[in-house]
T-cell receptor, first 111, second 116 residues
Framework: GQNIDQPTEMTATEGAIVQINCTYQ??????LFWYQQHAGEAPTFLSY????GLEEKGRFSSFLSRSKGYSYLLLKELQMKDSASYLC????????????FGKGTRLSVIA | DTAVSQTPKYLVTQMGNDKSIKCEQN?????MYWYKQDSKKFLKIMFS???????INETVPNRFSPKSPDKAHLNLHINSLELGDSAVYFC???????????????FGNGTRLTVT
């Protein structure tokens, strides 16, 4: 089967750094996405990793270790507007459901 | 210049009714999807169409029927609505099918369906 785990909630302080972890078990891995979803809005694409290592994009970075089935999203210089849910999604090679979402991590940024 | 638009944004209806949600994308993408997000915020795929052809049909009651008149549109019709159908339904599109392709999903703003 397939399983994606993320912490349900996290709280961090404005200006700080926060790391949101995602672990997965899947049959046939073909890449991992991170999406941001503000309350009441649509998910929006943040990053994509398919090879091991760190992908940096401004204040956001995403890391992948395929051998460990592990990824994290790193948010630096946190701003209040970063309060949102962060969804990890794994592309698998299984036929019917190629993209599986985790349940998301709700991040609250406090002053 | 909205990329993926779906209507209506809110839909409140009674059990047993039939309703439709419309979705259109102007990105020129080949693949469109319907996702359901329940009260626990879990996003689950329901259907996927690639160039008007059904390629993913998850275990969804056959009361749900997608229709794709062309590759820019994917509508969702729901018959005999039940309380458990209450959720937010998101339409999405991508340049190619996610399997084997790496293009991200572009989501519409969602339709909040409430069945009473």
């Amino acid at each position: 089967g397939q399983n994606i785990d993320q912490p349900t909630e996290m709280t961090a302080t404005e200006g700080a750094i926060v790391q949101i972890n995602c672990t997965y078990q899947t049959s046939g891995f073909n890449g991992l996405f991170w999406y941001q979803q503000h309350a009441g809005e649509a998910p929006t694409f943040l990053s994509y990793n398919v090879l091991d290592g760190l992908e940096e994009k401004g204040r956001f970075s995403s890391f992948l270790s395929r051998s460990k089935g592990y990824s994290y999203l790193l948010l630096k210089e946190l701003q209040m507007k970063d309060s949102a849910s962060y969804l990890c999604a794994v592309i698998t090679l299984r036929g019917n459901t190629p993209l599986v979402f985790g349940k998301g991590t709700r991040l609250s940024v406090i002053a | 210049d909205t990329a993926v638009s779906q209507t209506p944004k809110y839909l409140v209806t009674q059990m047993g009714n039939d309703k439709s949600i419309k979705c259109e994308q102007n990105l020129g993408h080949d693949t469109m999807y319907w996702y359901k997000q329940d009260s626990k915020k879990f996003l689950k795929i329901m259907f996927s169409y690639n160039n008007k052809e059904l390629i993913i049909n998850e275990t969804v009651p056959n009361r749900f029927s997608p229709k794709s008149p062309d590759k820019a549109h994917l509508n969702l019709h729901i018959n005999s609505l039940e309380l458990g159908d209450s959720a937010v339904y998101f339409c999405a599109s991508s340049q190619d099918a996610v399997t084997g392709g790496r293009s991200p999903l572009h989501f519409g703003n969602g339709t909040r369906l409430t069945v009473t």
